[in-house]
């Protein structure tokens, strides 16, 4: 079987995609209009990528920007500036700065106990032994 060159396969490829689009115009110059938009339609449909589902990239976005269903949870800290605090290793400290303000927490099923402990606010606490930053859900407040 003797091999073909690229040009000889490259013309090939040119005459069958040339007769595919020929078939298809005689196709759709039999067709009458909305079968040709049905047509078009379904071809369209065709090449947008669908999941496991069907859903495409835009319909899940917008399930997701959906706030029908969510729910949210607004936390508070009562720690204030000026507090008396016991810190962690039981040592009492004056609270000076305070970045836990109110936030907002998506309510979920499950727990959000490791969330809301360790989020970006903190409160800085000076004490005798040296000064620093500390997590609310970590301080006690001093009666």
């Known amino acids: 079987m003797p091999k073909l060159t690229k040009k000889q396969i490259k013309e090939a490829r040119k005459q069958a995609l040339e007769a595919r ?6 196709l759709l110059s039999e067709l009458t209009d909305e079968e040709k938009s049905k047509r078009i339609e379904s071809e369209e449909n065709k090449k947008v990528k669908k999941d496991r589902l069907g859903l495409t990239y835009e319909d899940r976005k917008k ?10 949870a607004k936390v508070t800290w009562n720690i204030n500036v000026g ?7 039981e040592s009492i400290g004056l609270v000076v ?26 409160v800085f606490v000076i004490t005798s032994s040296g000064n620093d930053w500390f997590y609310p859900s970590s301080l006690k407040h001093v009666n």
């Open 21 to 26: 689009e020929k078939a298809e115009q005689e």
């Open 63 to 72: 399930i997701k920007d959906l706030d029908v269903n969510r729910q949210t």
């Open 97 to 122: 700065k305070e970045n836990s303000t109110n936030i907002q927490v998506n309510k979920r099923s499950h727990d959000n106990k490791k969330n809301l402990s360790k989020y970006a606010g903190r």
């Open 83 to 89: 507090d008396l605090v016991y810190l962690p290793d």
